[in-house]
């Protein structure tokens, strides 16, 4: 019997409709930028598997690096044990990381780091005998399912059943460069008006909500007004981190640093969930006390795994290597020459490219999980594509190592694409 068979007997799959959603794929091979389903054809990887194999599947440097690691050290607790894998991912990170960053927490995935630093916010002030309950968030971000994180994205799609159960949040909309002045007015009635702890958005291309770009110029002005009120600031980088905007982050665009970040996806290159919520000595040292319960009193039974640890150290030495900063240049002009030949399509109402990022607006209504958006993925999935078009937007974000000719495909493959919707 099939994999698709033997799984609709038994599983329960995220971010699915079971009564109307077609059988998935059964996958049994990936390598490079391409997974090979049961019935041995081959697909190209287009989203990075929700964009975290940048350096390609089977990365043979992080297998080895995990495999060295499993046989050496499998695991231990992280409360009250440190290891060297640990260590040494905690002084590479803070390496590439802005230098206002200074101590690394470790949790398992994307939500629960975005949960760690809510949480770090919230206790900071706590620990300063403040009662801060106020949370700041973009309209459309996206952080994650669990209750935290939930209550900073601003995504009702996801949210719905749970809305009567979120933290308190207040929204601003995304600055452009011809709304900075009304959004900052905005901000300073919201900061004014509740007791803020922290500002929660990702830096630059909100991913979720289709990436949809805003300015650093907009973004540093909001930064600036959020610490004028000692209000922490939480870039959730899950998204963006690790060379997505062309840079190792989408905050070494901005003049100003947040206090927080979350990191977690291509940390470890999708060869194992692992993820970082890391902080500076000011926000650390507000926990530092006699009183043990000023501590963060926070952790997952799988923090900092020395093998999840050991892939995201080669990770980290592939993303700084000339071979990967050479992939993601070339990736970032081959997505603005196809932009330039596809923008005045009469299906595309917009292009817009930063890094390794494309995302073509289509021309066309569709629900974000509509029977249309399911057709668009089928005729890519067709053509041995995976593109997943959120709503009518299409986005490519493809692994650093995507060959010219497969990025080629996908590129003719949307302009086919274009023709039959
Ligand atoms: C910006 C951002 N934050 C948080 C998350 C949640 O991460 P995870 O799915 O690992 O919980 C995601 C996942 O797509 C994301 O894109």
């Known amino acids: 019997m099939s994999l698709v068979h033997r799984d609709k007997k038994h599983l329960w799959h995220p971010l699915t409709q079971h009564k109307t959603a077609s059988p998935p794929l059964g996958i049994v091979k990936a390598e490079g930028a391409l997974l090979f389903d049961e019935e041995g054809r081959s697909y190209i990887d287009g989203i990075a598997s929700w964009y975290t194999c940048m350096f390609g599947h089977g990365n ?40 206002n960053q200074s101590k690394i927490f470790f949790n398992d995935n994307g939500s629960t780091a975005v949960e760690a630093a809510i949480k770090m916010a919230l206790q900071y002030y706590f620990n300063k005998g403040e009662k801060r309950d106020t949370l700041i968030a973009f309209e459309d971000g996206f952080h994650g399912d669990t209750f935290g994180a939930m209550s900073a994205s601003g995504l009702s799609s996801y949210n719905g ?14 600055p452009t460069d011809d709304t900075i002045e009304s959004v900052i007015s905005q901000l300073g009635g919201i900061l004014k008006n509740n007791a803020c702890a922290a500002f929660v958005f990702e830096p630059l291309v909100q991913g979720a909500a289709g990436m949809k770009f805003h300015s650093a110029e907009g973004l540093n002005a909001l930064i600036g007004c959020c610490h004028q009120h000692e209000v922490l600031c939480i870039a959730d980088e899950i998204m963006t981190g690790f060379g ?11 003049t100003q640093k947040p206090d927080i970040f979350c990191l977690s996806k291509a940390l470890t290159a999708g060869m194992f969930p692992l993820s970082i919520t890391s902080t500076t000595e000011a926000v650390f040292n507000a926990f530092l006390s006699n009183q043990v319960t000023k501590g963060f009193f926070h952790a997952h039974t799988y923090s900092a795994h020395p093998i999840g640890c050991a892939a995201a150290i080669a990770a980290i030495d592939l993303l700084t290597s000339e071979e990967i900063g050479q992939g993601i240049r070339r990736i970032a002009s081959s997505h603005k020459m196809f932009q330039k030949r596809i923008e005045t399509h009469q299906k595309i109402k917009e292009v817009r490219t930063i890094g390794v990022i494309l995302a073509l607006d289509l021309d066309v209504e569709m629900d974000r999980y509509g029977s249309l958006r399911d057709e668009l993925y089928q005729l890519f999935l067709d053509r041995g594509v995976i593109l997943r078009p959120l709503g009518n937007t299409v986005y490519v974000l493809p692994p650093y190592v995507i060959q010219e000719q497969e990025l080629s495909f996908i590129y003719n493959s949307i302009e086919e694409v274009l023709e039959q919707i």
């Open 161 to 174: 059943p749970f809305e009567d159960f979120l933290l308190k949040v207040e929204r601003i909309p995304v």
């Open 60 to 99: 043979k440097k992080i297998m080895d690096a995990m495999t060295k690691q499993m046989k050496e050290l499998d695991f231990t607790m992280f409360s009250g044990f440190t290891h060297r894998p640990a260590v040494e991912l905690s002084e590479k990170l803070l390496e590439i990381l802005p230098e």
């Open 244 to 254: 997505k905007t062309g840079r190792h982050f989408a905050c070494d665009y901005l």
